[in-house]
């Protein structure tokens, strides 16, 4: 086999860090620019909005500001710590729950695809379960010392 083949085919760490690394960013910028930042500075009447649509499809009918607050939270702040690799498995499940949510009142409503929450969803199940990989804070503020 050609060494070239054979080299895209073998274990690669750094290769896997170079793939979280840009994963993560590119997550962190999608959900930042298209979500997370236009619902956090919207304040407390647009999270109370937020809240009450998002949860009333789960029976839940009380603290829609706090669950608003919640979602424009784990949209912005946590998306962005996802992209420096701080705090990534916290951050990363708190906006796949998010992103649950969001799927759930997409199909319960009929409006509009809920393909990209659950693409979304998905994408931070699986930064939950890797973690952020050596090319973050995470490795380097929170890595055991040898």
């Given at each position: 086999?050609?060494?070239?083949?054979?080299?895209?085919?073998?274990?690669?760490?750094?290769?896997?860090?170079?793939?979280?690394?840009?994963?993560?960013?590119?997550?962190?910028?999608?959900?930042?620019?298209?979500?997370?930042?236009?619902?956090?500075?919207?304040?407390?009447?647009?999270?109370?909005?937020?809240?009450?649509?998002?949860?009333?499809?789960?029976?839940?009918?009380?603290?829609?500001?706090?669950?608003?607050?919640?979602?424009?939270?784990?949209?912005?702040?946590?998306?962005?710590?996802?992209?420096?690799?701080?705090?990534?498995?916290?951050?990363?499940?708190?906006?796949?729950?998010?992103?649950?949510?969001?799927?759930?009142?997409?199909?319960t409503t009929g409006k509009g695809s809920p393909e990209m929450?659950?693409?979304?969803?998905?994408?931070?199940?699986?930064?939950?379960?890797?973690?952020?990989?050596?090319?973050?804070?995470?490795?380097?503020?929170?890595?055991?010392?040898?």
């Amino acid at each position: 086999m050609n060494k070239y083949v054979s080299a895209l085919f073998s274990d690669c760490s750094k290769c896997t860090n170079y793939g979280l690394l840009v994963l993560r960013i590119g997550i962190a910028w999608l959900m930042i620019t298209n979500h997370g930042w236009g619902m956090i500075i919207g304040g407390p009447e647009r999270w109370a909005g937020v809240g009450k649509f998002g949860m009333q499809h789960l029976g839940i009918n009380f603290l829609y500001t706090f669950w608003g607050f919640m979602a424009a939270f784990s949209e912005s702040i946590g998306a962005l710590l996802i992209g420096v690799g701080f705090c990534t498995r916290i951050a990363a499940g708190l906006l796949m729950i998010t992103m649950l949510v969001s799927t759930n009142m997409h199909i319960t409503t009929g409006k509009g695809s809920p393909e990209m929450a659950l693409a979304y969803a998905f994408i931070c199940a699986a930064l939950v379960v890797s973690g952020a990989g050596d090319l973050s804070l995470d490795k380097k503020w929170f890595a055991a010392k040898k």
